[in-house]
């Protein structure tokens, strides 16, 4: 059960969505936009989330958008990590969701919820970024669109009032050759040691990182220090795990010494599968 009352509001269009925020924000009802939903929930047991007011934006047309014809792909907030496994329109992406949770969460969960939640891995980020994905996003004031790259820093960072509508994914970089790995402490369902998502383009290679640090990331020094074919592959490895952002997680899931161990493992796995000489 969930500790505190709260009214809940489904608005079916962006516009209402929007005004009802103002409208409750001015009440006092500290109002959160809700999606999956399932870490509102957990969070909120453990007293860390409270509100007098959520809005469902789960009936938005917008939000429920899944075009896997066109070009851009345009993939709705609100599409449940189920249904990704289900029509598979960025193979990357899919991977990368159906190791998140397990099946039964995977069906409350969804893009927008993971990429906003408050509990750090945040995941879908990791496939997002590496494929320069485009996201929508709607405020009160209005609905803009920009590189999801040039607004995530540790977290996406939104504005007052606003929420993801949908990211667009450029249909040639979704069909790049790509590899995806999962590492946990033990187990098939769990946090991640280390997630890597990475694609190649060009013969250069994006690669973007959970679990190794409080807070997805891509890093342009990384990659960097992984294309310099100058270089042995141990070498490019070392540097780019050198280059890591800090702090590096050391907790009851795993030390910072065998997180960045796990790490190298993965991308010389990762260098190797995308077709780089070992």
């Known amino acids: 059960m969930v500790p505190f009352d709260f009214a809940y509001y489904r608005p079916q269009s962006i516009a209402e969505a929007t005004a009802l925020f103002l409208e409750l924000e001015q009440q006092g009802k500290q109002p959160l936009y809700y999606s999956g939903g399932t870490e509102i929930l957990t969070l909120s047991r453990l007293g860390f989330v409270s509100t007098a007011a959520v809005i469902d934006i789960k009936e938005i047309p917008e939000c429920r958008v899944l075009d896997a014809d066109g070009d851009p792909l345009v993939l709705g907030a609100a599409l449940a990590l189920t249904v990704l496994e289900e029509t598979n329109p960025f193979p990357l992406l899919t991977k990368v969701a159906k190791e998140i949770a397990d099946r039964t969460a ?105 679990g190794i640090c409080p807070f997805p990331f ?44 796990v790490a190298a493992q993965l991308l010389e796995d990762a260098l190797r599968e995308l077709g780089e000489s070992i």
Not at 130 to 148: C, H, K, L, S, Y
Not at 224 to 248: C, M, S, V
């Open 106 to 210: 995977r069906n409350q969960i969804t893009l927008g919820g993971n990429l906003c939640g408050q509990i750090f891995y945040r995941e879908i980020a990791t496939a997002l970024l590496v494929a320069e994905a485009d996201i929508v996003i709607a405020g009160p004031a209005d609905i803009r669109q920009a590189r999801i790259n040039d607004l995530f820093h540790q977290q996406l960072q939104l504005g007052r009032g606003e929420f993801v509508v949908q990211f667009k994914v450029d249909r040639a970089t979704a069909t790049l050759p790509h590899f995806h790995r999962k590492r946990r402490k033990q187990g098939e369902v769990g946090y991640p040691l280390v997630t890597i998502a990475a694609l190649k383009q060009d013969e250069a290679v994006r690669v973007a990182f959970s």
């Open 218 to 261: 891509r890093s342009a020094d990384v990659e960097a220090h992984l294309n310099d074919r100058n270089r042995p592959i141990g070498e490019r490895i070392q540097a780019a795990i050198a280059a890591f952002p800090r702090p590096i997680l050391h907790d009851i899931e795993g030390s910072a010494d065998y997180r960045l161990f």
